[in-house]
């Protein structure tokens, strides 16, 4: 039986790590929170119109926010850069902040983990394109994992942005061969050595931290999906135990207000389910600005509603108007449109 640390106390080493967090406080109330992945830096991305039209306080990058695929610098530069003069992507850059974590093609290589050699050097090239300061924390530590605050008390945002990239063991490989038309598509299977991660044991005793702090409602940006577990491709049922130590560590630090928001898989869903924390979890998948795949046919026994394939991004909206703020959690269109929708009371994020 594997024993997870979620709920130790601290040692003194491990509580100095809030001063790495890269957390600040915000007055600023966020009510339109909006979220993509998987944007093919040297084609068109027309998709940033509609994102701008909806105003939000804030956008995340969530991973493979350009496809760089590459051990050279220079060349992972160059395809950032053609990120940058996108002219959608200058709009919204003048439309709200900007936050951002990586998955594996602007890592630096396809399903990398901490084996790619270039890791290094490729975080500052991330931190320098999203105009990190030199003096941030975030230019120290390894990996590119960060967590802001938004809003007053009674109206408090948390945003984590994990990185599942830097630390991540190995992926444990099976032999494929699906029978046509049953949906079995994917070349990887559980790891369940104990010593396996996802995080990194540094990350983790940070998200512990940050978990820890109050807030109404916590978006936790995952460039791989969390909670779908039907599909072998990346996710993060690939690392059983690491799952479930996620999910120890929401119920144990009494964390409310958890929706998981993911990317990668080029197709769009939204799947919820508790998994022993008190409340349903929600994980708002939204895949991809312009890359749309038409042949997903994934099983998932935790989707509300269906997937949706064409060009996407991710809206979540809090009426904090209302005495039990409504979230509302959305994929909407290439034109804007409200495709899937998942509508939650914030009291329902609540342990029982």
Request: proline share 7%; glycine share 8%.
């Amino acid at each position: 039986m594997r024993l997870f640390p979620a709920c130790r106390a601290f040692a003194a080493t491990v509580v100095c790590l809030c001063a790495l967090s890269g957390a600040r406080a915000d007055d600023q109330t966020l009510s339109r929170i909006a979220f993509g992945s998987c944007a093919k830096q040297d084609e068109p991305q027309p998709i940033w119109d509609a994102v701008v039209a909806t105003e939000p306080d804030v956008f995340l990058f969530i991973g493979d926010n350009i496809y760089g695929d590459s051990e050279d610098m220079q060349v992972l530069k160059q395809k950032w850069n053609l990120l940058g003069a996108q002219p959608g992507y200058q709009k919204l850059k003048e439309t709200c902040p900007i936050l951002a974590t990586w998955d594996d093609h602007d890592y630096g290589a396809n399903d990398a983990g901490l084996e790619y050699p270039k890791k290094h050097e490729s975080q500052q090239i991330f931190l320098d394109f999203f105009d990190e300061p030199a003096e941030s924390p975030r230019r120290k530590t390894e990996g590119v994992y960060d967590a802001e605050h938004f809003g007053p008390e009674g109206e408090r945002v948390q945003i984590i942005l994990l990185d599942t990239r830097y630390f991540r063991s190995p992926l444990t490989r099976r032999d494929w061969r699906p029978e046509p038309g049953e949906g079995d598509k994917g070349p990887y299977d559980r790891n369940i050595e104990p010593a396996a991660t996802i995080l990194g044991e540094q990350q983790w005793a940070w998200l512990e931290e940050k978990l820890r702090e109050p807030a109404e409602v916590r978006i936790i940006a995952s460039s791989i999906q969390v909670i779908p577990d039907g599909h072998h491709w990346e996710k993060w049922g690939n690392f059983p135990l690491e799952r479930q130590r996620l999910f120890e560590l929401i119920r144990c630090t009494e964390a409310d207000g958890v929706i998981f928001i993911s990317g990668d898989r080029h197709s769009a869903e939204i799947s919820a389910f508790d998994p022993g924390v008190g409340y349903e979890l929600i994980d708002v998948t939204s895949s991809s600005l312009n890359r749309p795949s038409e042949w997903h046919t994934e099983p998932n026994r935790h989707r509300r509603g269906t997937k949706y394939t064409g060009e996407n991004f991710g809206l979540i909206t809090i009426d904090w108007s209302e005495p039990d703020p409504t979230v509302r959690c959305q994929v909407r269109d290439i034109a804007g449109e409200v495709v899937l929708q998942h509508r939650v009371k914030r009291s329902s994020l609540v342990a029982d």
